[in-house]
């Protein structure tokens, strides 16, 4: 077998362990959740959460991101460079937006930015911390330990979850996120023994400016992106208000089981790319490969679609159960970020930052004047129509970048596989008949596997060669 599946499937293993389990207990900690806040607490938490994930990026410059990619193949003094550099960077930022956040504190003003300002630097700063030391263990192959980070911190926000959220509510349930993501950096810290890399004596401007360089271009492309998955909110909060950002929380929380699915070969997705680049069968191995991610995905994603009035019936309090009918077109949304995470991987390996900045940029703009559009139009499906559209065009824009690269990418392939997912949603959403959802989800499924048997009879034949074994 080809050592570089092996290694793929080595890193999705490892990641999987810590990705799957974090996500099965956010999951089972929804109905928790949702029966202790109200919508418009729910709402508010996510506000500010979604705040929070905007500010992680500008705050430190993205230079988590760069954390992952320049350590990959270096040496270990370098590696040490890198760490120490981009630790005391962004210790000295973290101090800076605090005297930004009390001059914001103070001006005032009722909205939700300077009412939970605090809030919203703690939990950003959290997030950093956290991010910088995962990405670092990720760049470093510290696999074990950056898959087993995931649980602790997971873990971790639901013991205190339980502690916190019957007494404090919605504050605690803001501190058991913030709490738990310090946990998580200070086990990742320990486990890992990233301490051994920093070195007062070791920050370099060179090592430093290229963290920079790559983190930087990336802030703007991250402002894009949240344009395209958060400019819903405030927009929510103005035209819809709280209670309808609590239900969009919801349906929005429970494809996450999909990012999971995804998420398990992100990150040794990204891995792989980074070993593989530039040589000579890298087309045939990308293509290949990702076909294979995005089938499973893709029959996952139908799966969930055909389940979620279930699912939302199941996880979460029964004044969210309006949420069921969004699920199934967020859902469609997040295979279309899969989708375009996938080839994104190509501007990772390519060390071409840029490029997520310009897809990002035709992703946000369709998501601004779509949502603008659709929340007049349709409310709040109208608002996850939007992003959904959008994820499309990134998709689009991402593939004519990356083209280059892989040029044997079926475009037909994929647009009958989103087709087929696209039918099912709607007939999920309009349908009354339980039978004729069914049937037409089962249609969809078979067409699917049919389009990829050739796939699925090589993953047969290696499945049988590992048992004879």
């Known amino acids: 077998m080809d050592s570089r599946y092996k290694r793929l499937g ?21 109905p928790y959740y949702t029966r202790i806040l109200s919508t418009a607490d729910y709402g508010l938490s996510d506000l500010i959460a979604t705040y929070a994930s905007i ?55 009722g909205g939700t930015i300077t009412s939970y300002a605090w809030w919203i630097y703690a939990m950003t700063i959290s997030y950093a911390i956290q ?3 995962q990405q670092f263990n990720l760049g470093t192959d510290k696999m074990v330990v950056y898959s087993t980070t995931g649980i602790v911190q997971v873990g971790g926000m639901a013991i205190l979850a339980f502690v916190l959220m019957p007494e404090y509510g919605l504050q605690g ?31 370099d401007k060179f090592h430093l400016t290229e963290l920079l360089k790559y983190g930087i271009p990336l802030i703007p492309n991250t402002i894009m992106w949240w344009i395209v998955n958060g400019i819903n909110r405030p927009i929510m909060e103005a035209n819809l208000g709280l209670d309808a950002i609590g239900i969009y929380a919801v349906a929005n929380k429970l494809p996450a089981v999909i990012t999971m699915l995804f998420g398990v070969f992100s990150s040794a997705w990204g891995v792989t790319l ?34 979620s009035k279930l699912i939302v019936r199941v996880f979460a309090a029964p004044e ?38 310009y897809s990002s940029i035709w992703g946000a703009g369709s998501s601004l004047v779509l949502t603008l559009l659709g929340v007049k139009m349709m409310g709040l499906m109208g608002v996850c129509l939007a992003v959904a559209f959008s994820f499309l065009v990134m998709v689009v824009v991402r593939l004519s970048y990356a083209w280059k690269h892989i040029n044997l990418f079926s475009v037909r392939y994929y647009t009958i596989m989103i087709l087929l997912v696209t039918v099912v949603s709607a007939v999920v959403i309009l349908s009354e008949s339980l039978v004729y959802t069914l049937l037409t989800g089962l249609v969809a499924v078979s067409i699917m596997i049919l389009m990829n048997r050739q796939e699925l009879s090589g993953l047969l034949q290696l499945v049988k060669s590992r048992i004879k074994r």
Do not use: H
Request: net charge positive; charged share 15%; glycine share 8%.
């Open 10 to 30: 080595k890193n999705t293993a490892l990641v999987f362990m810590g990705s799957a389990g974090s996500k099965i207990i956010t999951l089972l900690m929804l």
């Open 320 to 357: 969210f159960f309006d949420a069921w009918r969004y699920v199934p077109v967020l859902s469609e949304g997040v295979l279309l970020s899969c989708m375009s995470g996938l080839i994104g991987g190509i501007f990772s390996a390519e060390k071409k930052s840029k490029y997520f900045f």
């Open 131 to 133: 991010g910088y030391l």
């Open 55 to 109: 500010m992680t990026s500008v705050v430190s410059c993205c230079i988590a991101d760069a954390i992952f990619v320049f350590p990959k193949n270096a040496d270990r003094e370098n590696q040490k460079k890198y760490f120490s550099s981009g630790f005391v960077f962004s210790i000295a930022s973290y101090a800076l937006w605090a005297i930004i956040t009390l001059i914001v504190s103070c001006v005032g003003g």
């Open 274 to 307: 980074l070993e593989e680049f530039g040589k000579s069968d890298f087309n045939r191995f990308f293509n290949k490969t990702m076909k294979v991610i995005f089938f499973g995905i893709a029959i996952f994603t139908v799966l969930f679609i055909l389940g």
């Open 173 to 203: 349930y803001l501190l058991s996120i913030m709490i738990a993501n310090i946990i998580a950096a200070i086990f990742s810290l320990a486990a890992s023994k990233s301490y051994n890399f920093f070195s007062l004596g070791l920050i």
